[in-house]
């Protein structure tokens, strides 16, 4: 059971993670949602995939948010 609120994301979200990328870079752009988030390193254009309880105990912050619109364009039902 979940104590917390579920972190909202939105398509376009820059976020910095706690720990930085082998290239050096902490700033990913959050470019899939759903069960598993997809993230792209914006220094190297790495993609990777963590799940979404990975992805919340690792975030630092956020750099920038997305627009909430465009994740609301895909999900007609939210």
Known sequence: ????PVLELYLGDV???????PCGGDEWLVDRLGADIGLRCLSCG???LL?????????AGFVRRGDPALG???RPDA
């Open 1 to 4: 059971m979940r104590d917390r």
């Open 15 to 21: 976020v910095r993670l706690r720990r930085r990328h």
């Open 46 to 48: 790495r993609h990777v």
């Open 51 to 59: 799940e979404r309880p990975t992805l919340e105990r690792r975030l």
């Open 72 to 74: 609301h364009a895909l």
